[in-house]
């Protein structure tokens, strides 16, 4: 019985130690995340065309997520498979045909 007492009570103490080491490491995380808010206060706002964008974009991934994670997990297809159009591809570079010219002429060889 005073055995189990003992393990009890260096339970205990471990766990106040444990207790108060995560209380250190948490004031020392919120002293953190406020020093960058701070720095995140003090900067010039951004172009308000560029918070649109910034706005957009990131209300797209939220929107095409779902569809993006059933695939990501295994549980279906690639999202953009079998919606009827080829996968973008860019554009061709352009020659000085298309635009009227004539063409450079090839580098000699040298012999």
């Known amino acids: ?5 003992q393990q009890l009570n260096i339970q205990r103490k471990q766990q106040m130690k444990e ?12 002293q ?6 701070d720095r995140l206060r003090g900067r010039q ?7 649109i964008l910034e706005t957009s974009y990131w209300a797209s991934v939220e929107e095409s997520l779902p ?10 297809p690639h999202p953009t498979d079998g919606h009827g159009h080829p996968p973008w591809r860019g554009k061709r570079a352009s020659t000085a045909k298309d635009h009227g010219l004539t063409p450079r002429p090839k580098p000699r060889s040298a012999r």
């Open 19 to 30: 207790c108060v080491e995560a209380r250190c490491r948490n004031a020392s995380l919120l």
């Open 32 to 37: 953190n995340l406020q020093k960058i808010e």
């Open 45 to 51: 706002l951004q172009h308000p065309n560029l918070l």
């Open 1 to 5: 019985m005073e055995t189990g007492r």
């Open 67 to 76: 569809v993006w994670e059933h695939f990501l997990l295994g549980k279906g």
